[in-house]
């Protein structure tokens, strides 16, 4: 079985702050990949990064930033200066290569608050 | 536009009322999957398809049936709706399967009276 815990259920920062969101996960998989997902107020899910199990480099793409870290089995986003365009909820999720079926698991969720 | 469209994006009905909510596709994906998301659940798998033909249960399947006859279309089946099916549904596609970015639908608010 495989599992993502999002610890924070709700974050609220201020404008401008720098915020990470924590994504842990539990598989024993050796091959999976990890996905954060971004549902804004209006309700779409919108794909943000996917992530291989082989590829530990972390990932900048401008304001935001990612930090894969397999010895804690976690995947946290952070956004630098944040901004009131950030207010989402944001979803972690993880596939792994040779689960039962083909499954894709998401995390709780986490809602950003950004306050201006 | 590629794009995966849902029909109706809000729906209210009685316990026991058969309905369907369509899901299509043109982006000729191989995979499509429909999600419940509840507060503090997330996103939960119902189903999934591999290809036309080929479908599976995901987390929490029961009360709910799929079909795939065409590439580009995937019903989601309430035989007999129950107010613990009241719910946000979202359906989604990708390329080839789950390790590939998954396309949601804009979604479809159900509510079981």
């Known amino acids: 079985a495989q599992k993502v815990t999002q610890a924070q259920t709700e974050i609220s920062v201020v404008e401008k702050e720098d915020v990470t969101l924590d994504c842990v996960y539990e598989t024993r998989d050796t091959t999976y990949y990890l996905f954060w997902y971004k549902q804004p107020p209006s309700g779409e899910l919108v794909f943000l990064i996917r992530r291989n199990s082989f590829d530990e480099q972390n990932e900048i793409s401008g304001r935001y930033s990612w930090n894969f870290q397999k010895s804690t089995s976690s995947f946290n986003f952070t956004i630098t200066a944040s901004q009131v365009v950030d207010s989402a909820v944001y979803f972690c999720?993880?596939?792994?290569?040779?689960?039962?079926?083909?499954?894709?698991?998401f995390g709780g969720g986490t809602r950003l608050m950004v306050k201006p | 536009e590629a794009q995966v469209t849902q029909n109706p994006r809000y729906l209210i009905t009685v316990t026991g009322k058969k309905l369907t909510v369509t899901c299509s596709q043109n982006?000729?994906?191989?995979?499509m999957s429909w999600y419940r998301q509840d507060p503090g659940l997330g996103l939960r798998q119902i189903y999934y398809s591999m290809n036309v033909e080929v479908t599976d249960k995901g987390d929490v399947p029961e009360g709910y049936k799929v079909s795939r006859k065409e590439k580009r279309n995937f019903p989601l089946i309430l035989e007999s709706p129950s107010p613990n099916q009241t719910s946000l549904y979202f359906c989604a596609s990708s390329l080839s399967g789950r390790t590939d970015e998954q396309y949601f639908g804009p979604g479809t608010r159900l509510t079981v009276t």
């Open positions: 982006m000729n994906h191989e995979y």
């Open positions: 999720a993880l596939s792994s290569e040779y689960n039962a079926g083909n499954m894709l698991t």
